[in-house]
């Protein structure tokens, strides 16, 4: 590998830069993003050493690996757009948070003879707020890197072993290579990422609705009666209400069914519990609960 | 204030020991706990002064102070034990999470001619995990420190001065004194307390149950599938999910139906989000939820 596009240098795409950089990559890293701020602030960090101008650019620059580090219906787009640059051997790879859709259309578009190879890909790792300017070498330092290799027996040698540099080059990160199939990382996300988000969405929601900043009537709730109130907890519980739009419309369009059957689990359970709330099924809930937590320690 | 004895001495009354000292209290601090462990790591910390022998000596003791510090229905049950203690001028107050109850029980009970004053209370500070081993005399520092005072016409003021002389006190710990109704109090609590950590216990529980330890089948859904997926968002999202089964059972208990109507209500917003996982109401739900996270800061 010589050279390295990275499309989306938020804090994803720019922290693979830095941590590209930090594992002793020699070559060159270009970088676009949409946003020329976050574009500057990658380049300015080091993260990439070259801003490239234009969309067109990117596809001109032929890499020998390509990054897609944007929201999932970006890394469609961008898949439509790579895919006619010839480059069997070439690898373009991403980062999205749900992987049927991508795996799909990697399947249609990559991997035959003269074209890249395309490997679906979600880094476990994050922070509670995006942006360039938090990017970090270490952030998938002991992280989990999920894959959802396309499998086409016709692969060839050159295809293959464009694969497993990049699992080499995550390791190098500190990360570890873990396999799925698409299906079930979009299910497992949605329980276990998917559903947490919505939640907590949810529960933003509610109560910026239930305590309004002015309250519209004398004596009705509003927000200073609950400032000081709910400390740690509450904080904790509605700190994924902060992110992005452009983010989570993306993963609830490309997978929108495994997350409506979580959220209908959580219904049933939520409602199962108030009707428990005064008999011993509080207890059991409670001590499953526990149960889940000492195992996760 | 020359003696005080405090009833409880896990996290918030051993805290509050230490915070006694912290501040200058010069006299005796006495201290019970149903746990004997607990009460010997709160006087090994210096939390008390002297152990107690039984629940008769907490009687006996006649403290100027007296602070219940236990879940709930204890403090109830210690409540009925005091009430026929004379001592017009002598405090009781407590740290219950639920303040109706207690209150109601209050009135008929004390601030009586002859009888001590009791003033309900509730410091909104805790910590991840409980037990006077992480007591602390900075726990209430900055925090709300709500009480939800017995209005009695006829009041001496030896039982005025009672109370002022314990806000005066919890303010030298650093808390911020706020005075609401007993019924305001529950309500409020259910909204930012009491429903998310009942969110909490429900996705923990459901998520045990979904991935167990073991997969009952070959290749079904099992623990070893979500390690190192969730990170920290499952991880907070779930944290209040470790919480004991004697304390909320206590707040279940005493404020079922405040409980019962925020579970109602996210239940409703859930299923909202759920059928508009593909609508613009998903942007509308979005931005409300950052909207609240923006004025929390």
Tied chains: 1, 2.
Excluded at 145 to 166: D, R
Excluded at 210 to 217: N, R, V
Aim: charged share 20%.
């Amino acid at each position: 590998m010589k050279r390295i596009t990275i499309v989306g240098t938020g804090l994803i795409g720019a922290s693979i830069g830095l941590a590209l950089k930090a594992s002793g990559f020699a070559g060159t890293i270009l970088g676009w993003d949409a946003n020329a701020t976050e574009l500057a602030t990658a380049q300015q960090l080091g993260a990439i050493d070259e801003a490239l101008p234009s969309r067109e650019a990117v596809l001109a620059a032929q890499a020998d690996v390509t990054v897609l580090a944007t929201p999932v219906m970006a890394i469609l787009d961008w898949m439509e757009r790579l895919a006619p640059v010839p480059g069997e051997g070439r690898l373009v790879t991403d980062v999205g948070s749900t992987k049927r859709e991508i795996a799909h259309l990697a399947e249609k578009l990559f991997n035959a003879p003269g074209r890249a190879t395309f490997l679906p890909g979600h880094p476990m790792a994050g922070k509670e707020s995006g942006g360039a300017s938090l990017a970090d070498a270490t952030l998938f330092h002991n992280a989990t890197w999920i894959f959802t290799p396309i499998s086409t027996a016709a692969a060839t040698s050159a295809q293959n072993n464009a694969v497993q540099a990049w699992y080499g080059t995550v390791s190098s990160f500190g990360a570890q290579v873990r396999e799925l199939t698409p299906e079930r990382h979009d299910e497992i996300c949605a329980w276990v990422s998917h559903l947490p988000q919505m939640v907590s969405t949810a529960l933003a929601a509610l109560l910026a609705d239930e305590f309004p900043a002015a309250a519209p009537e004398p004596g009705s709730p509003h927000a200073a009666e609950i400032e000081g109130v709910g400390g740690r907890a509450l904080r904790e519980m509605t700190r994924l209400g902060a992110s992005p739009y452009s983010m989570w419309r993306d993963v609830a369009l490309t997978n929108t069914e495994p997350i409506a059957q979580a959220l209908a689990a959580l219904e049933q359970r939520l409602a199962h519990l108030r009707e428990n709330l005064r008999t011993p099924d509080l207890r059991e809930e409670i001590k499953t609960a526990n149960h889940f937590r000492d195992r996760s320690r």
